[in-house]
C-alpha cells in the first residue's frame, strides 16, 4: 500500500487549496478513504471521509460547507477541496486507507499553512 499526499502550500486566508492523494499497491475501489490533520502540539484530527464507492462523506463539524472530500477510482485518488481557509486550518494533513477489514494505512503527509 503507497499513498502519497501532495497540494499543501503556503496560503491567505480565505483562500482556497485542493489536497491530492495518490494510491498504489491495492484494490482502491475497495477502500474508503480519510483525510486527517494534524496541527503542532494536538492530537491526529479526523476532517472528512469518503466511501468506497463515493457515495456517503463525512465531514468534522469545523469544516462542514468550506472542505469537500472526492474521489476518482479510476485514477486511484482521493481529493479534498478546501476553501474559505482559515488559520486554524495549518496542519498536516494527511490522506489513509481503510481496508473492508479495517487496517488503515496512511500517506507521508502535506503541510498546509494558513497565514497573511
Known amino acids: 500500500v503507497q499513498l502519497v499526499d501532495s497540494g499543501g502550500g503556503l496560503v491567505q486566508p480565505g483562500g482556497s487549496l485542493r489536497l491530492s492523494c495518490a494510491a498504489s499497491?491495492?484494490?482502491?475501489?475497495?477502500?474508503?478513504m480519510r483525510w486527517y490533520r494534524q496541527a503542532p502540539g494536538k492530537e491526529r484530527e479526523l476532517v472528512a471521509a469518503?466511501?468506497?464507492?463515493?457515495?456517503?462523506?463525512i465531514y468534522a463539524d469545523s469544516v462542514k460547507g468550506r472542505f469537500t472530500i472526492s474521489r476518482d477510482n479510476a485514477k486511484n485518488s482521493v481529493y479534498l477541496q478546501m476553501n474559505s481557509l482559515k488559520p486554524e486550518d495549518t496542519a498536516v494533513y494527511y490522506c489513509?486507507?481503510?481496508?473492508?477489514?479495517?487496517?488503515?494505512?496512511w500517506g507521508q503527509g502535506t503541510q498546509v499553512t494558513v497565514s497573511s
Open positions: 469518503i466511501t468506497s464507492a463515493g457515495g456517503i462523506t
Open positions: 499497491g491495492f484494490s482502491f475501489s475497495n477502500y474508503a
Open positions: 489513509s486507507s481503510v481496508s473492508p477489514l479495517n487496517y488503515e494505512y
